[in-house]
């Protein structure tokens, strides 16, 4: 327990490292190794103290003690030949950067050579919004911190690497079984008014998406060496006034399971099951499901606008605890519930080899076609991006 407390294209200036399993579904299980599964976990949790937080955009939201410690949690898959393998790492922090992949490469290429490249490794951050900021090399990025902080970037690298070595040392012959379901009552739409305005609302049920998929990893004993989940939901439990660094839900789901399975007496990161509950298409999905009010006057923000008197500071996401820590852990703990849920249940076996895919899209050059009715035009439109443009009033955040 706590104390206090988805042609689409996605838009990033560039599209990083796609990494995937090729697998067939199969009936039964089977006993024999279908793969080579390390896991492995570090501490990444960076200067406590006197430095802006990345997230909120709030240069006054300064760190200033700990709340729950960050985590590099890394996961090696090859096939039984060991001659094809890929990384997947999630990291307690907003997200992860071209900063850190090229550092992190650079350190693993000085230790094992071509084995692990940009190609084959993917770093995926759950998105906290409590975690020590300037770590990006983009301007945007790093204007509230005052500039590049480079404690904050060294040790998310280098905890990155140490969780990724361990992963490859503890590699050993296992299974990977797939598991997944529908977990209501943790996450919410934050722009319902804009969700309304989708063309094709109709084709789902809910306005957020609900699904929670689970790879359930195991070795050829049938015993536990790791999970990883994708669920939908934003880290931001805690609000923007908080000072403390912290994992948000989905670091407080992770140490809960990682609790369940390795034991109570296990020291946070020390244990050898690693729980990866990484981050899914979060968009507008907020997990403050009571909505969001003005800090105030305690009313409900604009449903249009998200704001309070024309501005935007004062309207914030709630609930669903009495403060953001209790909210942290009932929205962390409904992620760990249904993942152990899922963990235990999970029968779909993937067998197949290991494969995986990576390219780089230019955003600022990407031309798209589309039919024009989705913008109010009766013909076909052919849609460019370009370089962009902040404005005046982006700086004055109206």
Request: net charge negative.
């Amino acid at each position: 327990h706590m104390n206090h407390r988805h042609v689409i294209v996605k838009r990033r200036m560039f599209l990083g490292a796609a990494v995937c399993i090729l697998l067939l579904p199969l009936v039964t299980c089977s006993n024999s190794a279908n793969y080579l599964i390390g896991a492995g976990i570090y501490d990444i949790t960076g200067p406590a103290a006197e430095v802006n937080m990345m997230g909120y955009a709030m240069m006054d939201q300064i760190s200033n003690g700990i709340h729950l410690r960050l985590f590099s949690r890394a996961f090696v898959i090859a096939d039984t030949h060991n001659k094809s393998r890929f990384v997947f790492v999630s990291i307690d922090a907003c997200m992860g950067t071209q900063s850190i992949k090229l550092q992190v490469l650079k350190k693993l290429e000085g230790i094992y050579g071509s084995l692990y490249t940009a190609e084959n490794v993917v770093i995926s951050g759950i998105h906290t919004h409590s975690g020590p900021g300037g770590y990006l090399q983009y301007l945007l990025f790093d204007i509230t911190s005052l500039g590049f902080v480079r404690e904050s970037l060294d040790v998310i690298v280098d905890g990155i690497v140490e969780s990724i070595q361990m992963a490859h040392d503890r590699l050993q012959p296992g299974n990977i079984f797939f598991s997944n379901g529908t977990l209501l009552n943790a996450n919410i739409n934050r722009s319902p008014s804009a969700y309304e305005a989708n063309p094709d609302k109709h084709h789902y049920e809910y306005n957020v998406d609900k699904q929670f998929v689970l790879l359930k990893l195991v070795n050829d004993q049938g015993h536990g060496i790791g999970m990883i989940n994708w669920f939908a939901v934003h880290c931001t439990s805690m609000n923007n006034t908080n000072g403390l660094v912290s994992s948000d839900n989905k670091g407080y789901a992770s140490l809960l399971m990682e609790q369940h399975m390795n034991g109570l007496g296990t020291i946070p990161g020390q244990g050898q099951f690693v729980a990866a509950f990484a981050q899914s298409n979060l968009g507008d999905v907020s997990p403050n499901t009571r909505g969001a009010f003005c800090a105030d006057t305690g009313k409900p923000c604009d449903y249009n606008h998200s704001t309070c008197h024309g501005r935007s500071e004062l309207c914030r996401g709630i609930g669903p605890g009495k403060d953001m820590f209790e909210s942290t852990e009932i929205i962390g703990r409904k992620q760990f519930e249904k993942a152990l849920e899922l963990f235990d249940s999970a029968n779909i076996p993937l067998v197949g080899p290991v494969d995986f895919r990576q390219a780089y899209v230019d955003m600022t050059n990407f031309s798209l076609e589309v039919d024009g009715e989705t913008v109010s035009l009766h013909l076909t439109v052919l849609l460019q991006s370009c370089t962009c443009n902040f404005a005046i009033s982006f700086s004055m955040r109206s």
